[in-house]
């Protein structure tokens, strides 16, 4: 059973602080990795993907990848009120039918 | 217009009634999802469709089956609701041979098996 853990949170920070959501994965071969938001009652939307070891910088978004660990973190710098969400991790397990086992989501909480 | 559309955005339904959830698409993509969203589990899929002839059953598939009419439409259908069907579901589309390779959402159905 191929799992995805996330904490639940929620996690709240203050506005202007960097917040900090972290993903570990139980497939060693998993080789891509997602990212979506997801706002309450909405569906997710992607907001970032990595495939190789290290950092990947998207605007105030950072993913984190160290396939060793089998650790995939996501940074929000300068958090803002509108970035509180539920942030789903998502691995791609099949890379034929492209398919992905999500994480159960953190709940971000950025506090004015 | 939504690239993604799903039908309907609520239902509530009774135990033993057939439903069917709706999604059709104007992305042009071949692949689409189903899958369910229960509180403290994320999401998990139900069933997927490379192209009109390509069904496959996913990880939570019983009590489920689905019906893909065209390139743009797939429909999952619950032959006998039952009470733990109750969830959101997400209709999804995919096409890496687009360059893109991560899914795009429909806006969901809330479904409520009483």
């Known amino acids: 059973q191929k799992e995805v853990e996330q904490n639940s949170g929620p996690l709240s920070v203050p506005e202007g602080a960097i917040a900090s959501l972290n993903c570990t994965y139980s497939d060693r071969g998993s080789q891509s990795f997602f990212w979506y938001r997801q706002y309450s009652g909405k569906s997710p939307e992607l907001i970032m993907f990595i495939y190789s070891n290290g950092d990947k910088e998207d605007g105030r978004f950072t993913a984190q990848l160290n396939k060793a660990s089998q650790y995939v973190s996501l940074l929000i710098r300068d958090s803002q009120p509108s970035d509180s969400a539920t942030y789903l991790c998502?691995?791609?397990?099949?890379?034929?039918?492209?398919?992905?086992?999500f994480g159960p989501g953190t709940r971000l909480s950025v506090l004015p | 217009d939504a690239d993604v559309t799903q039908t309907p955005r609520n239902r509530i339904t009774k135990t033993g009634k057939r439903i069917m959830l709706e999604c059709s698409q104007t992305?042009?993509?071949?692949?689409m999802y189903w899958y369910r969203q229960d509180p403290g589990l994320g999401l998990r899929l139900i069933y997927y469709?490379?192209?009109?002839?390509?069904?496959n059953k996913g990880e939570i598939s019983d009590g489920y089956s689905v019906s893909r009419q065209a390139q743009a439409k797939f429909s999952l259908s619950l032959e006998s609701a039952i009470p733990n069907q109750t969830a959101l579901y997400f209709c999804a589309t995919s096409d890496p041979l687009q360059g893109y390779y991560g899914y795009t959402f429909g806006s969901g159905t809330r479904l409520t098996v009483v």
């Open positions: 469709s490379f192209d009109v002839k390509d069904i």
């Open positions: 992305k042009g993509h071949d692949r």
């Open positions: 998502a691995v791609r397990v099949d890379n034929y039918g492209q398919n992905f086992v």
